[in-house]
């Protein structure tokens, strides 16, 4: 069983920077592709990238690209995202999510993933 564990949620303003970070334990984290998703309210879950096992292959949604990274340390167990540049429609919930199937190359939809986080809240304001 991989439990996740989100965190560095917070309040900020309209231009500024956020890192979230996910500790996962229980499981070989090294296994498996990692993704973020975020809920905003009345709105159905996104996503918002996913990083691959090795942590050298990434993608992410039209609306963060080129704004949000993500990254990973295997040896820390953790996943990052790094988010610049935000703006009032990023507020949402986000979750950091596992994919356990190697077979799952770049998964992309909530349904593809095994094992999720809490979630920690995010706010921009303008």
């Known amino acids: 069983q991989v439990q996740l564990v989100e965190s560095g949620g917070g309040l900020v303003q309209a231009g500024g920077s956020l890192r979230l970070s996910c500790a996962a334990s229980?499981?070989?984290?090294?296994?498996?592709?990692m993704g973020w998703f975020r809920r905003a309210p009345g709105k159905e879950r996104e996503f918002v990238g996913v990083?691959?096992?090795?942590?050298?292959?990434?993608l992410y949604a039209d609306s963060v690209k080129g704004r949000f990274t993500i990254s990973r340390d295997n040896a820390k167990n953790t996943v990052y995202l790094q988010m610049n540049s935000l703006k009032p429609e990023d507020t949402a919930v986000y979750y950091c999510a596992a994919v356990v199937n190697p077979r799952i190359v770049i998964p992309t939809t909530w349904s593809q993933y095994d094992y999720w986080g809490q979630g920690t809240q995010v706010t921009v304001s303008s």
């Open positions: 229980g499981g070989t984290f090294s296994n498996y592709n």
């Open positions: 990083i691959k096992r090795s942590g050298g292959s990434t």
